[in-house]
């Protein structure tokens, strides 16, 4: 607010600057294949398609011929990973896009990859964690596998005892000898 008459500010020039709510974005992407060598050293993250930085490549372990017991982690559940901080960002609805250049043909050719989130929620005060893995190429950039519901373990004797329908009529086998 201003004065009228002279047009002077009525507020203090520290209430006038308000906090301006930010959230902290972190993306972490997981190479699980064979060949963490021929990985690009990084990507680029673009935040509403605009550029905001790289995602470096932070570490990489090739998997070791013998599988190691009881060791979990880097080079044996995934042999390289991308991980990357953003801090000061706008909260709202946003769209997070990792663009990678691969080297195909052993370093003849590129091709460019982009794996999108479409609809990432930045709320203020709070860490969103965004995490991707892929085994190759050619799956960068494609939706995740929804890994299937494990089936329910069998019942015991429900290999002897079967319930079959189909024909209006309910049948049930028994086996005479289990």
Not at 89 to 107: H, N, P, Q, S, W
Not at 152 to 168: I, M, N
Request: glycine letters at 10%.
């Amino acid at each position: 607010m201003f004065c009228p008459s002279c047009q002077a500010s009525l507020h203090s020039p520290r209430s006038q600057r308000a906090a301006r709510a930010t959230a902290v974005l972190i993306v972490e992407i997981r190479y699980d294949g064979d060949q963490p060598d021929r990985l690009p050293p990084y990507g680029k993250l673009s935040i509403n398609r605009s550029y905001r930085g790289n995602l470096p490549l932070v570490d990489k372990e090739a998997r070791p011929a013998v599988g190691p017991s009881g060791r979990r982690g880097l080079g044996v559940d995934y042999t390289a990973v991308y991980r990357g901080e953003w801090r000061n960002l706008d909260i709202g609805l946003v769209e997070v896009t990792v663009e990678m250049k691969f080297r195909r043909a052993y370093g003849w050719a590129r091709s460019l990859k982009r794996l999108t989130f479409p609809h990432v929620a930045l709320k203020s005060g709070e860490k969103t964690f965004l995490q991707y893995s892929f085994s190759n190429a050619r799956e960068f950039g494609l939706p995740q596998k929804k890994k299937d519901p494990a089936a329910p373990p069998p019942a015991p004797g429900g290999d002897a005892v079967r319930l079959q329908t189909g024909s209006g009529t309910v049948g049930l086998e028994v086996p005479v000898f289990p």
